[in-house]
């Protein structure tokens, strides 16, 4: 079980949900984790969990600064990165796109938007010093096959749908692979937001639109990239990997 053997991975919104289910499985594959979120609590228990391996770092990934903080964290303690993860996410509530307020929208844009452009700009430099890297950001069902009432949140994954192409090809001649994963919507913190409320009729209509039948996983998503991460993905750049039990078919 050692799939990441001496790679250093960064997960943002590592505190919970999907985040937190990627840190534990790359932590079960030998890496060594930088736990960033912005719920510091939350952080410190994840890494606690995981043990030596891992570190908590308390980060608003909307915050250059705080970017920049978290990068030279993980070089001082681990001494490269190898894997990005741009993990943590926002959304408004499912309903009329006329109501959302902008304060909202803001915050969506730069923790699902700005918040990639921050970590690039902080991590490429690093990773084609040691000859290559990884980049992977959770992107949306919501960026390919957008449901209705969440129209400022399908937005921002279709932009990071395509900044991940854009960055794939450009950055593929420092060796450096950028993948995004497109999960379906999942039993995590969001998910009352997603569907406007937490019911079991709601949870009924969500899982009939998946033809496999239920919800998505954190162990799902991190089983996902955990291969992107990893070797056996060395000639993978550019997808868009639908994580989605054939929500986008």
């Not at 490269?80 to 309903?95: E, L, S």
């Not at 803001?106 to 923790?111: E, G, K, M, R, S």
């Not at 400022?152 to 192409?165: F, L, V």
Request: glycine share 10%; with cysteine; aromatic share 6%.
């Amino acid at each position: 079980m050692a799939r990441l053997k001496d790679k250093v991975a960064i997960i943002t919104g590592a505190a919970s949900g999907f985040g937190e289910g990627m840190a534990k499985r790359f932590a079960e594959e030998g890496a060594r984790l930088v736990v960033a979120d912005i719920n510091a609590k939350g952080a410190e228990r994840v890494a606690d969990e995981i043990g030596a391996a891992a570190i908590p770092v308390t980060t608003d990934v909307a915050l250059r600064s705080e970017i920049d903080e978290l990068v030279a964290t993980a070089v001082a303690e681990f001494g490269r990165i190898d894997v990005m993860v741009n993990n943590a996410g926002y959304t408004h509530r499912n309903g009329d796109l006329l109501a959302v307020e902008e304060e909202v929208f803001d915050l969506i844009t730069a923790v699902n938007m700005k918040a990639i452009y921050h970590a690039t700009r902080a991590v490429v430099p690093i990773m084609e010093s040691q000859g290559g890297g990884s980049i992977i950001t959770t992107a949306s069902t919501a960026g390919l096959r957008p449901r209705p009432g969440l129209t400022w949140y399908n937005a921002s994954k279709g932009w990071a749908i395509t900044a991940t192409k854009s960055m794939a090809v450009e950055l593929a001649p420092k060796n450096i692979r950028v993948n995004c994963l497109c999960p379906v919507a999942g039993d995590t913190g969001m998910l009352a937001q997603f569907m406007g409320d937490d019911t079991p009729e709601l949870r009924a209509k969500f899982r009939a639109s998946i033809p496999l039948g239920r919800l998505s996983t954190p162990l799902d998503i991190a089983n996902a990239a955990l291969w992107l991460a990893s070797d056996e993905a060395e000639f993978i750049t550019g997808i868009a990997l639908e994580v989605d039990g054939g929500r986008c078919i």
